[in-house]
């Protein structure tokens, strides 16, 4: 298969819905549960260690490290670019960007987007997801869109597990973050701690 | 690309265009088949941390591929997280995943038996039903202690003093004798020479026993006796760790191998002491496993397998693959014996496997490793790295700069190793 496929995964059917190019080429079913990549591309080939934290596909179960597979791909690659230069901080990822060139990193961030995001089920409450919802549709939702799953100003936040949105929350209030969303998430230090892990209840429950 | 490459390109091409096309292209009755081939086949021989990605990630590729693993054990237990279990920190439990996904998501032929012969020639492993036919073979073994180095450490020495180091009821042993011993008792450790599984593994185990006693056996302590002459992996950290947390109960000697133990008096000896253990855990020298030597893979005199680390073939018969702790590092490049590297070097070895019955090239490996132990109950340190191919070499090299510790010892640290666990147990098995 040539390089620059995109594979579609409609979830919960076990069908898979190839397209390349954006050509409509031909539709094959397979009716397992699971999904082929069928992939040699350079994206495959340098994201499959990333799956060691993330998950297959970046479907990562953990409560503190994020899903990767369906996420936004110029946040991905912006954000693995900020590691590499240390405008975001964490001790794993700050050494394993060093590894690769800006055209490897937009490899690994199409790819991981090219999959679908599949919610892992990592705890939450409902009772805290309440209290976020009216602040999530005060503050977040111009650029996270009305359900959470981003769009060109930002990521897909919902689904993400709540250790790891209230840890983000909170690097972005303490200004520890100097990426190139941290102007937007200026908006964080008006949050209160309790406003904070409410919101991160809310965004993890919307799936 | 250099000569190295392409001298395995040739081999391995050669297996597809002879031996692997025309043993699928018919139907199998070859001697003594239990399971008739009906397509491409890829057999694997263990279902560790190498053996499942290598199995799952054949399936995820190409569909095609038969892909039949053999396994020893009903229900996978993790090695990594196993000493949270001796720290009593988890349970079994909480470490054991079942090999049931790899059936039905990815349609795994998973057979629970253990390999008794090897046929590279007929390339055909033996179970104890009968013969089972491949077009590539993926050893994944693990590791054989070499108790017999230890003078007294037979069946019954074993059974006074486990290893524990591979997980399963040695771990539960471990645990149980920690929680029953009284206080102001004496732990022993042994650390064995390197190479070995797990190079942080032991000063972990430490690092776990000693919060341990410090919360739960007051007066007791622990003497780790390391063969090495200082610690092997993460050894600035753990020391920091240790100096500050575990004063007065860690007692580490280096250059201390034990060379006898006697069950009767539950004594441990080196060059230096003997010293009465009331809990004793004595981890041997390691080599592959027995496993490999049904095939040859392992050299006389050396006691771990050489692979070209383009495709993890062995450099004895190309036709075999073989991945995780079993690999010999001198030739694959200088990776740790972790689970981490044998989950990356079986995604390389898939990749390639599946190129090669396709008759395709190879890609470029690419391959990381990330280990996190914990220092405490609470917080951990750990080591990352991600490698690519050294031409000059032809092994893998850390790429400069992107190798590393964590700055120090943190509780984020310890909460993404139990996330760690986590995904990539479902990397492996999911």
Redesign the interface.
């Known amino acids: 298969m040539p390089q620059g496929h995109r594979v579609r995964v409609i979830k919960g059917t076990g069908m898979e819905l190839r397209f390349m190019r954006g050509w409509l080429v031909g539709l094959i079913v397979?009716f397992?549960?699971?999904?082929?990549?069928?992939?040699?591309s350079e994206g495959f080939?340098?994201s499959?260690?990333c799956?060691?934290?993330?998950?297959?596909a970046g479907?990562?179960?953990?409560?503190?490290?994020p899903i990767l597979g369906g996420q936004n791909a110029k946040y991905l690659a912006d954000t693995m670019r900020a590691y590499q230069k240390g405008e975001r901080e964490f001790?794993?990822m700050n050494?394993?960007?060093?590894?690769?060139n800006d055209a490897q990193i937009g490899a690994i961030a199409d790819w991981f987007s090219s999959h679908s995001w599949i919610d892992t089920p990592t705890p939450n409450k409902a009772s805290k997801a309440a209290i976020g919802a009216p602040i999530a549709a005060a503050k977040c939702v111009e650029c996270h869109g009305p359900n959470g799953k981003g769009g060109d100003l930002g990521p897909r936040i919902s689904g993400q597990p709540v250790?790891y949105l209230a840890?983000v929350m909170a690097e972005y209030k303490a200004g520890s973050r100097t990426n190139s969303n941290a102007l937007q998430m200026i908006i964080t230090r008006d949050l209160s701690d309790d406003d904070i892990e409410a919101l991160a209840h809310y965004y993890a429950r919307l799936r | 690309m250099t000569i190295t490459r392409r001298k395995f390109l040739t081999n391995g091409m050669a297996g597809v265009g002879t031996v692997g096309l025309a043993s699928w292209s018919l139907p199998a009755f070859a001697q003594g088949e239990i399971m008739p081939k009906s397509g491409p086949r890829v057999v694997v021989i263990g279902g560790g941390w190498g053996g499942a990605t290598a199995a799952?990630?054949i399936?995820?590729?190409?569909?095609s591929i038969e892909v039949v693993m053999i396994e020893r054990e009903s229900v996978f237990r993790s090695c990594p997280i196993s000493n949270w279990v001796i720290g009593g920190l988890k349970e079994m439990g909480d470490i054991t995943v079942s090999y049931n996904a790899l059936k039905?998501?990815?349609?795994i032929k998973v057979v629970h038996d253990t390999v008794t012969e090897i046929d590279p020639g007929r390339q055909m492993v033996r179970i104890s039903d009968g013969m089972i036919s491949y077009d590539r073979l993926i050893v994944s073994p693990g590791i054989t202690l070499l108790n017999d180095e230890i003078d007294g450490l037979d069946a019954v020495g074993r059974a006074v003093f486990p290893a524990a180091w591979s997980a399963g009821a040695e771990t539960q042993q471990l645990r149980e004798e920690l929680a029953a011993m009284p206080a102001g008792g004496t732990v022993v450790l042994s650390v064995p020479f390197g190479p070995y599984r797990c190079p942080p593994g032991p000063y972990e185990r430490a690092s776990l026993i000693a919060d341990y006693l410090k919360k739960n056996k007051p007066g007791s302590k622990l003497i780790v006796l390391d063969s090495n002459e200082k610690i092997i992996s993460k050894g600035k950290l753990f020391k920091a760790a240790w100096d500050a947390y575990y004063e007065g109960i860690i007692d580490y000697r280096t250059n201390n191998a034990v060379i006898k133990v006697d069950a009767s008096t539950r004594t441990i000896s080196t060059d230096f002491d003997d010293i009465r253990a009331d809990v004793g855990n004595i981890i041997p020298n390691q080599r592959a496993s027995d496993t490999v030597d049904l095939a040859g893979l392992r050299p006389d005199g050396r006691r771990w397998c050489p692979v070209n680390p383009w495709t993890y073939q062995s450099t004895i018969h190309p036709e075999i693959h073989v991945v995780g702790d079993a690999t010999d590092a001198t030739t694959v490049g200088k990776v740790p014996k972790s689970g981490?590297i044998a989950?990356?070097m079986a995604?390389v070895c898939a990749?390639a496997t599946v190129?090669l019955i396709n008759g395709?090239e190879p890609?470029?490996p690419?391959?990381?490793n990330?280990c996190y132990s914990l220092v405490s109950g609470t917080e951990g340190i750990?080591v990352?790295?991600?490698y690519?191919w050294d031409d000059a070499s032809g092994k893998m090299a850390a790429?400069?700069?992107?190798?590393?510790l964590?700055?120090g010892r943190?509780e984020?640290?310890a909460?993404?190793a139990?996330?760690?666990a986590?995904?990539?147990w479902?990397?492996m098995l999911?």
Request: proline share 2%; with cysteine.
């Open positions: 397979v397992v549960s699971g999904t082929a990549y069928a992939d040699t080939r340098l499959q260690t799956a060691g934290c993330h998950g297959t479907a990562s179960p953990g409560n503190t490290i001790y794993v050494i394993i960007a060093q590894a690769f250790t840890k | 799952k990630y399936r995820l590729q190409d569909r039905t998501n990815h349609g981490f989950n990356s995604k990749a190129a395709e890609a470029r690419s391959m990381a990330t750990s990352t790295a991600v690519d790429i400069k700069g992107a190798k590393g964590s700055p943190f984020i640290v909460a993404n139990d996330d760690w986590r995904a990539i479902s990397d999911g």
